[in-house]
């Protein structure tokens, strides 16, 4: 059972504009939630988290909310950049999990145009 | 280099094949982890180390898959009589321990014909 979700497989934006990416999950007890960005023919880069006990967290360009009532949480880029095309995983990590065992999404493509 | 290294970058077995798959994890990192990752899917929990115990293989899909982490650092995938259905990319993952954030090798991409 998928407990991590992306529904939107791919996201076209225009350099300049903000890219939202949207993430759901299943399991009340996932406790800590990360985004990691991926290019082609390499591994997972981790980009930003969150931990339950907050509903934001900004970093640079890059802002995640978390929204535990509606088990949602999305990845904000402001503003996009071509180096920004690649694909997005949404991660959770349960609280039962003490060593952060990671289930994540299927991605979401991101292409940003010029 | 400082980051998690993996070899071979690419391989192709035929089926029936035994395989091993080498993961390097960023030196001093104590947790390690294996994901299996098939084409369009996100990575899939395989199994964990924390040093050279195994504490999680609940991910591992089938006794035809091994991992071990004899002393600690360098770890092993092996895929013994290897079937189609397990053709994906195997990404390493370590961590200097606990729920700290996992830092990703670049993968080997198996293909079993």
């Known amino acids: 059972d998928q407990q991590v979700k992306q529904n939107s497989p791919s996201l076209s934006v225009q350099e300049g504009r903000i890219s939202i990416l949207n993430c759901d999950y299943t399991?009340?007890?996932?406790?800590?939630f990360l985004w990691y960005k991926k290019y082609p023919a390499e591994g997972p880069t981790f980009l930003i988290s969150?931990?339950?006990?907050?509903d934001k967290n900004e970093d640079g360009r890059f802002t995640v909310f978390l929204n535990k009532s509606a088990k949602h949480l999305s990845l904000h880029i402001v503003p996009s950049q071509p180096g920004d095309s690649a694909v997005y995983f949404c991660?959770?990590?349960?609280?039962?999990?003490?060593?952060?065992?990671?289930?994540f999404g299927a991605g979401t493509q991101v292409v940003v145009t010029p | 280099g400082a980051g998690v290294s993996q070899s071979p970058r690419y391989k192709v077995a035929k089926r029936g094949q035994d395989v091993a798959l080498r993961c390097d994890p960023i030196?001093?990192?104590?947790?390690l982890f294996w994901y299996q990752q098939a084409l369009g899917q996100g990575p899939e929990f395989l199994t964990y180390?924390?040093?050279?115990?195994?504490?999680?293989k609940s991910g591992l899909p089938s006794d035809r898959f091994f991992a071990e982490r004899p002393e600690g650092s360098v770890s092993t995938l092996k895929i013994q009589r290897t079937q189609q259905e397990d053709s994906a990319v195997y990404l390493c993952?370590?961590?200097?321990?606990?729920?700290?954030?996992?830092?990703f090798g670049p993968g080997t991409r198996l293909l079993v014909l």
């Open positions: 993952a370590s961590t200097k321990g606990g729920k700290e954030t996992q830092y």
């Open positions: 399991n009340s007890m996932f406790d800590y």
């Open positions: 969150i931990s339950s006990i907050k």
């Open positions: 991660a959770a990590s349960g609280l039962t999990d003490s060593w952060g065992k990671l289930q």
């Open positions: 030196s001093g990192h104590v947790s």
């Open positions: 180390f924390q040093n050279e115990a195994q504490l999680d």
